[in-house]
Every structure is written in C-alpha cells, then in structure tokens.
C-alpha cells in the first residue's frame, strides 16, 4: 500500500511533464472559474480534448487541476466586481464584495484563497481514507443494487433541479435514450440508427456532453448583442496583494467554522449530482447560524468569507470519493472525469482502486498538489484575469466555438462527431431556454449504459424482480430515491401539515430497515440509531399529529 | 421563454417524439437469445418520457385553462432575441458543410472570421481586429493540435491540391 502511494507520488510529483501541465490546467481552471458566464465543468471540458494524447495519470493531473483551481478562480471576480464567476462563489459575494469595499481587498482575496486551500486539503485527507473504504463496500453491490443507486443518483439530480421536477425528469429521460442510440452493449444489436452507420456506432459521450454543455452556454453567452459587444466586465479591478500571514491566522482561528463548512462540502459533493452551487450557500447558512455577531454577516465577516470557500473546495474531494469508489458521478465534472477516463479505457468504479492503485492514488496525489498550485498561481491568474475581462464576449465565444470543433475532432478524427456536437448544442441551447435543467440530461448520458448493462445482469443472473427490494443495499437506494423525489415537496409544503412532521422520521425508520438486513454489526447499530431517532421524532410531534 | 404555451408546444412535440421512436424500436432485431431483449430497457425509457410528457401537457393545460386569457397572450416567439444564436447556428452549419473542401485551418478562420463580423460589426478596424483574431487563434490551435498533439485535421480539397 506504502509502495504504491510512494509510486503513484512519484508519477506524480517527480515528472516535471506532468507536474508541468497540472500547473496549466490549475491556471486555466483559475481563469474559468473566475470569468462570469463560464463554469467550472466547461473548463474541465475545454481541457479535455488536450488530454487525448497523454498518458491517463497526466490527463487526470491536468483535468484534476482546472478542477481546484476552477473552485477557487470564482473568488477572484466575486470579490473584485461582485459578480459571482462560478455558481460555487454565489455565497462569497456576500461578505467578500463588501471586505473589498471597505478597502481590505488583500486579506479578502487572501481569506478565501487558504479558506479554499485548508477546505480542500481537508477534502482530500478524508477522500485518501474514506474512497478505498466505500469501494470495498462497492465491492458488495451486485447488478440489482448498482441499478438502484444509479435510480437515486438520477432522482436526487432530478429533485435538487429546481422547481419543475417533471422538466427535470423529462430531462434525466432524454439522456438516458440518448445512451441507447446506437449498438447495445449486450446484444450489439444496432437500435434508433435509421439506416446511418455513423448513428450505429452511438454517440460518443464527449460531443454529446461537449454540445450540451459548452455550445449551449456559450450561445446564451452571446445571446445579448449589446452584452456580447461589451468588456466581460464593466467595473474595473486592479492586481491586489494578497496578505497570506494574516489570512493564513484568521482562517485558522476560525478552525470551527473551516471544519463545519468543510463537511458539508465533503457531504454535498458525496451526493449524486449536488455540487458546490449548493455547498457553499449551505456552508454560509450554517455559519451565519452558529456566528455571536450574524449581524456583521453581509458587511464583510470573516467567516462569511471562510465557510463559503471552504465548503466548494471541499465539495470536488467529496464529488471525486464518489467517483473513484463507486463510479457514479457527484456532479457534472466528475460526470465529465469519468467521460475522460473512459477514453483512456479506465471504467471507474468499486474495482478500481484496487485494479489501478497507481493511478488512483495518483488522482489523490493530483487532488493533493493542485491545491498548492492553485495557492501559487493565484496572483498570476488574477492578473491574466484582469487582462481576459477585458475581451468581449462574442470574441471569447466565437474562437471558442470553433476550439470546441478542433477538440471533439480530435476525439475519433470523424466530422460526425462535431456534428453530433452541434445538434446537442441546439438541443441544449432551447432545453435552457425552455427551462430543462441539464444536469439530469448530462447524468442520464453518463449513466444510461450503466444502468442498462447492470438491470440486463439482474436479469440474466434471475428473473426474480423482487431481488430488487429484498436485497439490502438495492432496497436503501430505492428508499433514498423515493425520499430524494419527496424532498421537494417537503420543502415547498407548509410547515405544520402531517407530511412535513412526518417526513424526515419516517426516511429514517424506512432506511433503517435495508441496514438491519444487512446483518453487519456496526450497519445494525446504525440502523437502531436511526430507528430510535425516527420514533423519538415520531413520539415528540405527537402532540402536533393529535391537534391535527 | 417559457410559459403554459411553451410547455404545452413542447409536451405534445415530446409525445410525437416518443411515438416515432417506439415505432422504431419495433424494427429493433431479436437475437433470440436469453435475457433482457435489446429493444426493452428503450422502450422503458420511453414509455416513461411518454407519462412524463403527459403529466407536463396536463399540467400545463390545467395552468393554461386557468391562468387569464391576456397572460396566455403574453408568449410569442421573439425571433430578434434569438438573433444572435441562430446566426451562430447558420455559421456552424455552412462551416461544417463546408469542411470537406475548406478543411480545418482555412474552414477555421473563415466561420471565426464570419462569426465575430456578423457579431460585432462590420467596421474596417473590426475587420481587421477580427482577421487578426481569426488567424492567429486558428492558427495557434491548428499547430498546436497537428504539431503537439499529432491529431490530423481535416486538410480540405483546396489544400490537398496544393
């Protein structure tokens, strides 16, 4: 085990190559999380068609650093223009944007840089121990339990979507089909082809998500013309010094507030398909709760500033446990990751770890060192930012419309490819436009084949469909998709109706029972505590049930 | 964009979609063998789009029925808001279409060339801001995929005769 970290550190950290290219793939995340209109997963997927030609651990290492560094470039532009660069930066604004205001833009920028840096060193001790421990349990899942958890990996997309589940559902559908165009997995029976031999082959997964994604936002990008025309932003910023020592003694002072918004990103990012747009706005709630001055909260508290950047760093160590221990994407990038992976003929997935520890714990390594680069390269990439904000829109869009032609090209060298990518891209262009969420869509690419390949395993091994809620970890992630498609209901029904009382116990003493059947010790121990804190819940709204 | 119209439009052309596509599935070969049938899992999916895209019509024909005639109203296409992205879409088009003969490169800095004039402008220092532009990022990434990466790019029938 000591060999093959030793090894896979070695791969990583002493190759200048690859340490070389994750130093650019940090810069570029640094400067796609900060430019507004970009995001994180576009970075990600802008830099993939660079990896086709390298080796799968200096792919992963590039990949590995746009991705930290694309959690932490949205602090840049938050704090400089209040304009938030990534949705994970949302909650930064709050107090950052006034910090900066109130003439401390240096220990703002230097907060939530080493709030990020502690958040993701956090995150990635507690992927380093608890990945290779939720693989070994992977290792359990037969095709009836793997097909459950890809069902709550898709409704808890669906529920955490927005307001229209239905669109959200449709969306999840619509990937899953796209996924079936083509030659199955099983038979190799062509299916949806029409006649067209590319159509035979599929979609690849790359200019379906590349069309989907990149295409469509940069469409909306340049959708206003007078918007398009003008500098990325209008409110001017200047190069700041960061004041590390007292940002590094602030953030640790507040090492409660650091840990908390750590595990709630680490626990965001764990969840299907729930990302750092939603952590760090939890994270900032939660301090804001347990802070003595919450008036000081939107006036430039510092740990207003620590618990939102803490937490979506954090998120991408939990988004990554997810990834490399199970195979199921904890949000678009690492959904895109996988996609990169699979290119490189790596399925991720319970085995994974143990059949490529090389190249796992390289990923951990990559996940490890990208922070310090992220660190390192801050003031240079703020000052490249300054200096991109000033481009319009629609020339950034246009280069980057044809940029994305070259790189799905690259992918098999076929044009139907870009083609492929182009109809995604209109597809994802009107499905925004008429309020589809894409993430469902995106997850139900990634995950169609999966899904198909292990239900047609469930039932060529038995054609007993009960297995399905009789075996243990199947009947758990049912029950967690049943409560994940509640979940909005819950939170848009009035406080004092039945169903909000009794929601939360009633999950609890349902998830209880799988646990139980597991027949473990300490899953039994967590089944009884979950069954006691159910009906105690139960016992204390009582008085509530019997005046309704 | 959207509103009850919108989602009614887009339930019913859901609907279609899936009709067509479960129609097509019955031309989905049977190999006979043991297991899970190649047309099944599709059929479920679906099926399922096809209670989804009902659920969606319904709804939205009950908010339709009871939202004011004057709100209905309210939705129409604007095709000038979309002026820009069905320009890029034209764009696209003519240069994939055109790859063939154009390749990569000339193909390249031609739709970028295109693209950025009927985005920004027409002026002479555009033009020439965008020329500028077109060739030099094109021709970064064109060396940088044929050179670094050894990805061979669709040469083009001009560039194949020279």
């Known amino acids: 085990m000591f060999d093959v970290i030793l090894q896979a550190g070695a791969s990583v950290l002493l190759d200048p190559v690859t340490l070389g290219l994750m130093g650019i793939g940090t810069l570029a ?7 507004p209109g970009f995001t994180i997963a576009m970075g990600v997927i802008l830099t993939l068609p660079f990896t086709f030609g390298m080796s799968p651990i200096q792919g992963l290492a590039t990949m590995m650093g746009v991705f930290v560094g694309g959690f932490s470039g949205g602090l840049m532009s938050c704090m400089l223009t209040g304009i938030p660069g990534t949705p994970s930066s949302v909650a930064t604004t709050f107090d950052g944007f006034p910090m900066v205001r109130s003439g401390k833009p240096g220990l703002a920028l230097g907060l939530g840089l080493w709030s990020s840096f502690f958040g993701g060193m956090i995150s990635a001790v507690i992927l380093v121990a608890l990945a290779p421990q939720l693989a070994f349990l992977g290792l359990e899942f037969g095709p009836w339990d793997y097909f459950s958890l890809i069902v709550f990996a898709l409704t808890i997309t669906v529920s955490l979507s927005g307001d229209n589940m239905i669109k959200g559902l449709i ?50 990008d340049v959708e206003d013309s007078a918007k398009a025309k003008a500098p990325l932003m209008k409110n001017s910023a200047e190069a700041i010094r960061v004041e590390h020592r007292k940002a590094i003694a602030t953030v640790l002072m507040n090492w409660i507030n650091l840990i908390r918004s750590s595990f709630i990103g680490i626990f965001t990012g764990i969840l299907p398909a729930a990302g750092g747009s939603i952590s760090n706005i939890l994270a900032y709630d939660q301090a804001k709760k347990a802070s003595n001055n919450r008036n000081e909260f939107g006036k430039g508290a510092v740990n207003g500033i620590i618990a939102p950047e803490a937490a979506n760093n ?44 090389l190249l796992a714990y390289g990923v951990f390594i990559a996940f490890f060192a990208a922070h310090f680069f992220m660190v390192g390269l801050q003031a240079f990439a703020l000052r490249l930012f300054l200096l991109v904000t000033r481009i319009p829109m629609y020339i950034l869009a246009s280069v980057i419309l044809a940029y994305c032609a070259i790189g799905v090209f690259a992918l098999h060298n076929i044009t139907f490819d870009i083609w492929v990518m182009f109809g995604f891209g209109v597809i994802g262009y009107f499905m925004r436009k008429l309020g589809f ?21 469930a039932i060529g091994i038995s054609d007993d469909y009960s297995l399905f809620v009789t075996r243990p970890w199947s009947l758990f992630f049912l029950i967690m998709a049943i409560v994940s498609v509640l979940f909005p209901f819950y939170q848009n029904a009035k406080k004092d109706t039945l169903f909000t009382k009794m929601y939360v116990p009633i999950s609890m003493i349902l998830l209880s029972l799988p646990l139980f059947l597991m027949g473990s010790p300490v899953r039994m121990v967590v089944g009884g505590i979950l069954l006691s804190a159910g009906c105690y819940f139960i016992y204390k709204r009582s008085s509530i049930l019997k005046t309704i | 964009m959207t509103n009850n119209k919108s989602d009614i439009t887009i339930a019913i052309f859901l609907l279609c979609f899936s009709g067509v596509m479960i129609n097509d599935a019955s031309n989905i070969r049977d190999l006979g063998f043991e297991g899970m049938k190649a047309d099944a899992w599709p059929r479920v999916v679906l099926w399922l789009l096809v209670l989804m895209s009902s659920v969606m019509l319904g709804k939205s024909y009950l908010k339709f029925k009871t939202v004011s005639d004057k709100d209905n109203e309210n939705f129409s296409i604007n095709l000038a808001k979309f002026k820009n992205a069905l320009i890029c879409f034209g764009m696209f088009m003519l240069f994939l279409s055109t790859l063939d003969y154009l390749g990569m490169l000339i ?45 061979i790019l669709p040469e083009g029938e001009i560039l194949r005769v020279w």
Do not use: Y
């Open chain 1, 29 to 35: 995340g640094l400067l796609a999380g900060a430019i």
């Open chain 1, 171 to 220: 969306a999840g559908l619509l990937g899953l089909f796209a996924a079936c165009v083509g030659e199955d997995e099983i038979n190799g029976v062509a299916r949806f082809a029409f006649g067209s031999d590319h159509i035979r082959q599929g979609f690849a997964f790359l200019p379906v998500l590349i069309g989907l994604f990149a295409f469509s936002q940069l469409l909306s």
């Open chain 1, 314 to 357: 954090a998120t991408a160590g939990g988004a990554l446990i997810m990834m490399m221990a199970l195979g199921i994407p904890g949000d678009i990038v690492t959904a895109i990751m996988i996609g990169a992976l699979m290119i490189h003929n790596i399925i991720p997935g319970p085995s994974f770890i143990q059949d490529e520890p």
């Open chain 1, 437 to 457: 969420p894409l993430a469902p869509m995106i997850l139900g690419v990634v995950l169609g084949k999966l899904a198909e390949l292990n239900i047609a395993r």
């Open chain 2, 107 to 151: 193909g390249g800095i031609l739709f970028v060339f295109g693209l950025l004039s009927l985005l920004g402008g027409f002026s002479h220092k555009l033009l020439v801001k965008h020329l500028l532009v077109s060739i030099l990022s094109i021709g970064f990434m064109w060396m940088v995929f044929t050179f670094g990466l050894r990805v």
